[in-house]
């Protein structure tokens, strides 16, 4: 079975530039999520999706950061523009659960796209 | 919403130690619960998980963790590290509502041979 997808790998951007990850989940899953993880720090979430639609998104910087996930598949998170804080690794994370009620889910991980802004 | 506490940060054995990671939640509803592991340069991969049932639960490379309700804890435990155990571990809990999955801050484990 094929894991989550992420690109791209690393990105190096200036601040005030923007960028784009992308992230395709594993086949079937409805539940996709977006993680930010500094270093040195856990993984703190974004934004979480069931579907095209958005569950959770109550820890997006909205003034920079956007994300969709059209016809419930692949997903893209963009930051527009970027500040040296946004160093760090996105990471993309799916999962089989419906919303509410379906317990006894797994989340599995993408190997994460490693930004640094200079 | 629901919080994860990881107190050791970093942690440090020998070879052969026993390992004891804490780990406690705050959330009053039905959670599931997970350790994820993390190799240096590598992506978050599970260790091992607890939806319901017998409280201890065995993982992957000799890890287990007992799930104390009462305590609000998930302790982490293994018997005998190896030097390949060196990594970061994070405890997460995931309410069943809503399905949200929250990390506590991670403990660095270095193992020295």
């Known amino acids: 079975e094929a894991g989550v997808a992420q690109s791209p790998r690393y990105k190096i951007i200036e601040k005030r530039q923007s960028v784009a990850f992308w992230c395709n989940p594993i086949?079937?899953?409805?539940?996709l999520y977006w993680y930010q993880q500094i270093l040195g720090q856990g993984p703190k979430l974004l934004i979480q999706f069931q579907n095209n639609g958005v569950v959770d998104d109550s820890q997006l910087p909205k003034d920079r950061f956007s994300a969709e996930r059209l016809k419930g598949v692949d997903s893209t998170l963009k930051i527009q523009p970027a500040k040296l804080e946004d160093s760090a690794v996105y990471l993309c994370a799916s999962s089989l659960a419906g919303f509410k009620g379906s317990s006894g889910n797994t989340i599995y991980f993408g190997e994460g796209s490693w930004l640094t802004v200079v | 919403a629901q919080s994860v506490s990881q107190h050791n940060h970093h942690v440090i054995l020998s070879e052969a130690a026993s390992l004891e990671l804490g780990c406690n939640y705050s959330?009053?509803?039905?959670?599931?619960l997970f350790w994820y592991v993390q190799y240096p340069g590598q992506h978050l991969q599970l260790l091992l998980k607890y939806f319901s049932g017998d409280p201890l639960v065995k993982g992957i490379k000799g890890f287990e963790a007992e799930f104390i309700k009462s305590k609000f804890s998930f302790n982490l435990r293994k018997p005998s590290v190896q030097w390949s155990d060196t990594a970061e571990y994070f405890c997460a809990v995931m309410d069943t509502g809503f399905q949200k999955l929250v990390f506590g801050t991670g403990t660095r484990l270095l193992v020295s041979p």
């Open positions: 086949s079937g899953h409805a539940t």
């Open positions: 959330y009053g509803g039905t959670v599931n």
